[in-house]
């Protein structure tokens, strides 16, 4: 069965700070790759996606994420955090049917 | 687009209590999905259909637990009889089947509290 892996379960950063959050997955076929943020409060949102192609990929608010097919990995990077970014993330994949497996989220404090 | 709809977006009720909840999907999407977020368990997918048909609801907790798509622009998730346990965040979210993948829209959700 698929499995999504977070393994942060919460972290803290001061402003500025660089992020990356790992995201690992079990699934011998092909995937879909998504990684949602939901505002404290909110509805999750889309941040990025990858289908195929490029396995860099970028998302909105400056959030990029890598697909290393070798690892089963999706982790998510900021270069630069900030306070607004105060949320909790989700890794998701998506196989041959449509829905999602979600992670279990990274909850990200960033302190001003 | 106003997105998925979904009402109400807080319940309160108590046990024992009927509680149906309502979602509206984004207009042209073909799939629809129910989904439960608690601290203790995180995000749990209930059901979800495509083109009105339930495709699978393994998630469904138990047989108090009912959905139904009686048209491709209304959803409802009942529970009856409903219990403390139920308390969560139930979201709705709809996609578009698309040739190589496709993303969830997702709903503002509905508080459920049951006392």
Redesign the interface.
């Known amino acids: 069965a698929q499995s999504v892996s977070q393994h942060n379960h919460h972290v803290i950063l001061s402003e500025a700070a660089s992020l990356e959050l790992g995201c690992n997955y079990s699934y011998g076929g092909t995937v879909?790759l998504?990684w949602?943020v939901q505002y404290p409060g909110?509805?999750?949102?889309?941040l990025l996606?990858y289908?195929?192609g490029d396995p860099l990929v970028k998302g909105i608010k400056g959030f990029e994420a890598e697909f290393i097919k070798s690892k089963f990995s999706f982790n998510l990077r900021k270069p630069s955090v900030q306070w607004s970014d105060t949320a909790e993330y989700?890794c998701a994949v998506?196989t041959g049917?449509?829905?999602?497996?979600?992670?279990?989220?990274t909850r990200l404090t960033v302190i001003p | 687009d106003a997105g998925v709809i979904q009402s109400p977006r807080h319940e309160v009720t108590e046990m024992g209590q009927e509680v149906t909840l309502r979602c509206k999907p984004i207009s042209g999407h073909d799939y629809l999905f129910w989904y439960r977020q608690t601290m203790m368990r995180g995000l749990e997918l209930l059901i979800y259909f495509n083109n009105n048909v339930p495709i699978d609801d393994s998630g469904m907790p138990e047989d108090r637990f009912s959905a139904k798509m009686p048209n491709a622009s209304f959803s409802t998730l009942k529970i009856q009889p409903s219990e403390p346990r139920d308390s969560a965040v139930y979201f709705c979210a709809s996609s578009l089947r698309r040739a190589g993948g496709n993303e969830q829209y997702f709903g503002p959700g509905t508080r459920l509290t049951v006392t």
Request: no cysteine; hydrophobic share 40%.
């Open positions: 879909n998504f949602y909110q509805h999750l949102q889309l996606k289908f195929s989700f998506q049917a449509n829905n999602l497996f979600f992670g279990t989220g």
